[in-house]
């Protein structure tokens, strides 16, 4: 079984740690494609904030590895 990450500003992902999922605070465009390239191999679900989605790119949330899931503004 896969886990899950959150990639995005602290004040939106921080509460996510709670459910165990891994937390990976990413405040500027930069901080998120590095955040994105650390992520584990073990990753199988992806939450990112929309600034995060934004950084990324349209593709990612295209992508069906690692299953990446957009927040609500």
């Known amino acids: 079984?896969?886990?899950?990450?959150?990639?995005?500003?602290?004040?939106?992902?921080?509460?996510?740690?709670?459910a165990g999922v891994t937390v990976l605070v990413a405040e500027d465009p930069h901080a998120?494609?590095?955040a994105w390239r650390a992520?584990?191999?073990?990753v199988?679900?992806?939450?990112v904030t929309p600034a995060a989605a934004d950084a990324l790119?349209?593709?990612i949330v295209e992508s069906?590895?690692?299953l990446t899931a957009v927040m609500p503004p």
């Not at 992520?39 to 073990?42: H, K, N, R």
């Not at 199988?44 to 939450?47: F, K, R």
């Open 39 to 42: 992520l584990s191999d073990e």
């Open 32 to 34: 998120v494609r590095e």
């Open 1 to 18: 079984m896969g886990s899950a990450a959150a990639i995005g500003e602290q004040v939106r992902v921080t509460g996510l740690a709670l």
């Open 64 to 66: 069906t590895r690692p």
């Open 57 to 59: 790119g349209p593709g």
């Open 44 to 47: 199988t679900l992806v939450i």
